[in-house]
């Protein structure tokens, strides 16, 4: 499939190599090496160092710092060639934003500059201005010249979008474009609360649409119409809205994402490599390619770019990538390394890679659980606490359906009506900011009796951030805001949410009324008959908490399953004693707004506090809630030991399988050490129609395994899994 020449290249290049040239290689660059480099790895193109900050090619424009020693030498023409005589895809690399004095001397007007007039810098480098005549103008002109000497089949650009959200320019450029386009000056300072800094912030996006408009314009006109500009964008939405990076505006105008995320960091840990692969596909369509950049160098924190990288940390990141839908692409820095053992890195998974390629594109995700995100919310409700207010409640809930392993896509709030017929149960982690249109779509989910779960303060805020006085949504989650919460978020206002204070939920049959003064004595155990949801709490009648809740009214049909146990003293050990055992506040709510609906709702942010804290119970209780959401209509169980990643997906009449072996991680910090297998697996499959179910073959062990089917699903066993593992159904 990848052969077929007759396909654009972004459409049959899966496998890509970087040698990212540092300014010294001219003299030490070794292609021969490299060339069969490219052939011991199976890759299909490279991406070559043009222009930008530094050229490696004797270009036209004076003021385009050349390599040192480069000289009127052409290595990157060189490298060019050399690619092409080996049948590659050719993608020319810029790194565009930034100029150094001798250019900022010459056109001192181009370049970003504070509301003092003076120059942002970033280290030595001087910042350009996106809206200056350095990205309308010159750098065009660059690229025109690029395509002119050497025809790449694209452009790529590793830092392309300008200053970050955090630098207001001021320059004339921008002073004139956001009046022209607002009627209003630039905002003096970073207050979220003011419209003219909400209007500057979707201005900005609109500012780098523009550019990869405009370059794209210009690279098909001089290359043709196969000639993409394609810049890179991170594996982070935070990221990418601190860049003004709009992932679904730019997925809508391309053919292919080059994923620059080329590491895993403890916080996110490798599963989040297949949810980002997801979440991009769920953008740009299952058909089009995401090759990612993969850090052969020592990437993290801290950070050796000439040292290699733990071996099974490289692989565990790019095994997560393909299994959710990403291609790899190896990046060394620089051409020449006295730690050679990163030269044996890449070869064994890309060439697994290429001998099970068939396997790992054109398939669609079969789950039928919808994780709800958006980047307006973590613009104007995150704000300038994005990782706290958005990131980690997203976290929390992707971390526990993966070690319920209950298969799941992350659906774009816009896209909610577009994936409905997929999808049996929507999750929304704090999606604060919504518009009414979004909520519409998902009252019109609910109402086709599918499940909701949501936290926190999901829907209390416009798509501007502006509050409301009342959830949008309080009719499905049976409770009425009273705009009160007790726990914080961030440390602008710790209130009880540290070691000093601690607080619980309290698993309640029903709501019990308020009592009045410090109490005395244990309550009785609980003995009723509980909730499924509480299902394996049976020995507790309390559960650690330790998050922020909303004060919530629930109406009088709503199901109280737990309340707010509020906070008194950890420390001296005496002191520690519930004030008050009992509280009125819900902490998690069941509602039925329609026939044969299940809605749950959490004033308590155990997502949140999951993606943060990592305590079990709250991703036993996450995974209970989604499993009675989904009243029975789940599609993969998978029992035995271990955190394992499973992707589960249908391609033609096939069913595909991802297991990736966590268990390992989950224990330590990155970088991994040592590989530890883990089996047997049992794996159900609910069979999909269409899909005859002949074999299950592993396509890691290179072995088959024997099927059984009953009831509908599809049942075998996964002996052992070291690193991963991929099931082909057929
Ligand atoms: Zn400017």
Known sequence: MSNDTKLPWYQRTYRWGQTNLAELDPVRYDADWWRAQWKRTHVQGVIINAGGIVAYYPSRYPLQHRALYLGERDLYGEIVAAARADGLSVLARMDSNRADEHFYMEHPGWFAIDAEGHPYRAGELYVSCVNSPYYREYLPGVLREIIERSHPDGLTDNSWSGLERNRICYCDYCVRKFRAATGMALPQSHDWDSDVYKQ??????????????????????????????????????????????????????????????????????????????????????????????????????????????????????????????????????????????????????????????????????????????????????????????????????????????????????????????????????????????????????????????????????????????????????GVHATNAHHGSLGESDPSWETWSRHTYLRLVPELRAQIDGPQIGTEPPITAERHPVLAGFEETDILPFGGRIEVVDAVPTAQVLASFVPSFPIYPPETSWMRYPTSTLPALVLNTPYTGCRVAYLPADIDRCFGRDNLPDHATLLANLVRWALAEHDVLRVDGPGLIDCQFYRQADRLILHLVNLTNVGTWRAPLHELISVGPLHVRLRLQEGVAAHAARLLVADSAVPISLNDGWLTFAVPTVTDHEVVVVS
């Not at 099970?356 to 919310?377: K, S, Y």
């Not at 980690?392 to 577009?418: K, T």
């Not at 779509?441 to 509050?467: M, T």
């Open 200 to 477: 500057w912030i979707q201005w900005n996006y609109a500012c780098r649409v523009e550019v990869w408009e405009l370059n794209n314009r210009t690279t098909q006109e001089v290359g043709g119409h196969d000639c993409l500009w394609i810049g890179m964008n991170s594996g982070n939405i935070v990221t990418q809205s601190e860049r003004f990076r709009d992932y679904k505006a730019l997925c809508e105008r391309t053919e292919i994402i080059m994923l620059d995320s080329q590491y895993r960091t403890s916080t996110a840990g490798f599963q989040s490599n297949s949810d980002m692969g997801k979440l991009i596909h769920g953008l740009l369509g299952w058909e089009k390619q995401i090759p990612e950049s993969t850090a052969l160098y020592g990437a993290g924190q801290p950070t050796f770019r000439l040292a290699s990288k733990p071996e099974p940390e490289v692989r565990m990141w790019a095994l997560e990538g393909f299994a959710g839908g990403i291609h790899p692409w190896w990046h060394h820095i620089s051409a020449y390394h006295e730690d050679r053992r990163q030269y044996r890195t890449a070869e064994p998974f890309f060439t697994w890679h290429q001998a099970n390629e068939q396997f790992l594109v054109n398939r669609t995700p079969i789950a039928n659980v919808g994780v709800v995100w958006t980047q307006r919310n973590v613009d104007f409700y995150g704000r300038d606490a994005a990782e706290e207010r958005v990131a980690q409640s997203y976290r929390g809930v992707i971390n526990a359906l993966i070690r319920a392993r209950i298969p799941y896509v992350p659906v774009h709030v816009d896209h909610i009506a577009r994936d409905s017929d997929q999808l049996d149960v929507l999750i929304l982690p704090n999606i604060g900011a919504m518009s009414d249109e979004q909520c519409a779509q998902v009252r019109h989910f609910v109402a086709q009796g599918k499940g909701l779960i949501a936290s926190s303060e999901s829907s209390c805020y416009d798509e501007w951030g502006n509050p409301r006085s009342d959830f949008a949504l309080a009719d499905l989650f």
